[in-house]
């Protein structure tokens, strides 16, 4: 069968194992025989409301088996698909419709009203989606430099203006066959799904449809909920990120969940105390992944988690992975230098200005805004983004390794660390805190914790409570 689409890879599925289960959620079970012949009711539908090639749909919703089924449904029209947060506030759908030129949403209604033209109510076996149309024209065609454009995502845009990736089908097959070589997903795992479809669907959602893994959605990260339905349905795969893993360490009801065979954490680096605490709670080592808008899923710490809970540990077979320094030469081991990534599934290119990968790539490497260190023997410590570093009297000090510190703390649900102009210094470094609890705490004892663990320098000098965060529109944590 062919599959020189995402689109086919569902076909390919719903052909080799129709009768097995795609989808586990809150309504039950859905087969891959099942979840093609909805794909294939919406696409008719798309395709009658004028969806083609060459146009691009935003899907909008919360975690689902409709938000599958919606981006399944665009990509066969052979549209293009942008997914889309439903915790996106106004003013950010706004700019992503006029930044993309979207010609459509299909939305679930679990976020605000859109002030779009409502053009048809579309009724699902379970719920129902709503079809909006923008003002863009139909003959606009998105992204006109990319052949056979799949995706377009946004990059975090923490310091900056985000750019919008694009990923043709070519390079999304490329990179699930790639990342697959690590993570080995069959039509026996069973992935318990915790992330935000709308920032994690292609190296996830499309590589376990590929491979006829069943995926069970939790629509609550909580730990409980985590808990009963890995347990429920038997999840071999945790997908998570460092939150929900801390959340399920500190749980204290004493229930394992003993199909579970392997845990990983991406997102953003987690620290050796939470793998700690996970793998004594559960028996089981956290996997740490470095995952890249730009790239895929190049670097999985599968092989050495136990020994080196802080690392991401080996590139992929199919990956090359450098350091560079600011003159763009290859730094030896144990150097410091901002990490470069060649090989396969790399994005087409970005929207606006239209690059392609070609004028982005040096020497074929993508160098991305983090710094790490690779050892002699290819182990990789990513140790903070460009962005985030402080400079402390002459010190490199990542604002991560210092938020990393402070979430080990019970008490603290998130830190956000920055450096703040001094005199002599140059920098010194400012933490804002949020509290699970709105309880007071003891500053004293967090500053003894940050001593036990960081270097002088690293030490905050000031600690604010704050009641919450802003996020990017990809979900991570905004910075100055």
Known sequence: MNNKSVYNLLKNASFLW????????????????????EVDILKVKLIALGIKSGMCVGVRGKNSRNFIIA????????????????????????????????????????GFELSLNIIEKIKLNVDKLIYLKT???????????????????????????????????KSVLERIEAANKSLNINTNSNVVWVLPMAYHFIVSI??????????????????????????????????????????LASDNSRVMMPSLKKVISTSSGISQTVSKLFMKRYNIVV?????????????????????????????????????????????????LGLLGIKGPGMFDAYLNPPLTREKVLKDGYFQTADFAIISKNGMI?????????????????F?????????????????RVSGTHHPFMGQIIQAEIKLVTKEKIDIEKVLNHCRENLSTFKIPQKIIVVDDFPITKTGKLKRF
């Open 287 to 335: 996997n740490q992944a470095f995952g890249i808008i730009e790239i895929g899923l190049p670097i999985v710490n599968t092989e050495i988690s136990d020994q080196f809970l802080e690392s991401v540990g080996y590139p992929l077979p199919d990956f090359d992975v450098e350091v560079f320094d600011s003159e763009n030469k290859i730094l030896p081991s144990g150097k």
């Open 381 to 397: 410590k990513i140790k903070g983004r460009k962005k985030s570093m402080i400079n402390v009297a002459g010190n490199k000090v």
């Open 71 to 110: 981006v399944f449904a665009v990509l066969g029209c052979g549209a293009a698909v942008m997914p889309i947060s439903h915790q996106l506030k106004k003013r950010e759908i706004t700019e992503i419709i006029d930044k993309t030129k979207l010609h459509a949403i299909l939305d679930d209604c679990s």
């Open 18 to 37: 129709p009768d097995n289960p795609a989808i586990h959620d809150e309504y039950g079970t859905i087969s891959y025989k099942e979840l093609d012949v």
């Open 135 to 169: 003002e863009v024209e139909e003959s606009h065609i998105f992204a006109s430099h990319v052949n056979n454009p799949a995706f377009i995502r946004y990059t975090s845009g923490t310091t900056g203006l985000s750019k919008g990736v694009i990923i043709s089908n």
């Open 399 to 415: 604002a991560e390794e210092v938020e990393k510190v402070l979430e080990e703390l019970s008490y603290i649900e998130m830190a």
């Open 206 to 247: 499309v590589l376990y449809i590929k491979y006829g893994a069943s995926i069970t959605v939790v629509n609550s990260f909580l730990a409980k909920n985590v808990i009963e339905m890995t347990n429920s349905y038997e999840g071999t795969l945790l997908y998570a990120s460092p939150l929900q893993i801390r959340l």
